[in-house]
């Protein structure tokens, strides 16, 4: 027996099986993303001395960062794109971009780490960098999910594109929300961390 909802939208919500349980997921992850703002929020209020982001951490570097990665929705969005346009080889490529932006961040990321560590600036340092690492660390968890799942898509995973297509733009939708997801965390993390 199929199960019903893989491809078409239910009666009730109007989604398919996949989307709704994405849109599930990620409530958990705003709320996750949210107590942690959150915990922000309340020690940079309580706190006397609070640095200034751009004194500790290199705006531009997360600039480039927060650059690299809305390209890299971007790309996601042209790889969904080329699927409904039944061209394949777009898919392939512009999915490969978003994967190889995704790797830029972390590569960048990396080295903000090492500067860090460098100049003996870790976690127990200051209530500031246990926030930043936690917030940032996490969020790059994410990015190496996401890197994950379309990296399965980009190889194995695009079979699926010759024997079910419509299933196939399902998931990459739903890889797709995903991504965008994890990009609108950074967009706030930029702003919070490294210029207030």
């Known amino acids: ?32 993303f949210g107590a942690l703002f959150s915990s922000y929020v309340v020690l940079r209020v309580g706190s006397v001395g609070w640095p200034h982001g751009a004194s500790i951490l290199s705006v531009p570097i997360g600039m480039f960062n927060t650059v690299v990665l809305i390209t890299s929705s971007v790309t996601m969005v042209y790889a969904w794109l080329s699927l409904r346009a039944k061209k394949f ?20 990321k990396s080295f ?50 010759q024997t079910d ?4 733009i399902n998931r990459i939708e739903i890889a797709g929300l995903y991504w965008h997801f994890v990009d609108l965390v950074w967009i706030f993390l930029f702003p919070v961390l490294y210029l207030l």
């Not at 971009?97 to 960048?108: E, G, R, Y």
């Not at 209530?127 to 940032?136: D, G, N, P, Q, S």
């Not at 297509?165 to 196939?168: A, G, K, Q, T, V």
């Open 1 to 32: 027996m199929d199960m019903p909802y893989i491809v078409k939208p239910r009666e009730d919500t109007g989604l398919f099986n996949a989307k709704l349980g994405i849109w599930l997921f990620l409530s958990s992850e705003v709320m996750l």
């Open 89 to 108: 080889g777009q898919f392939k490529m512009h999915l490969a971009f978003t994967i190889l932006l995704a790797l830029t961040f972390l590569v960048v």
């Open 165 to 168: 297509p419509e299933r196939f």
């Open 112 to 161: 903000e780490y090492g500067a860090k560590f460098e100049h003996h600036l870790f976690p127990k340092t200051s209530a500031y960098l246990a926030i930043y690492f936690t917030l940032t660390g996490l969020h790059a968890i994410h990015v190496i999910g996401g890197i994950i799942v379309n990296s399965y898509f980009l190889f194995p995973g695009s079979k699926m594109w």
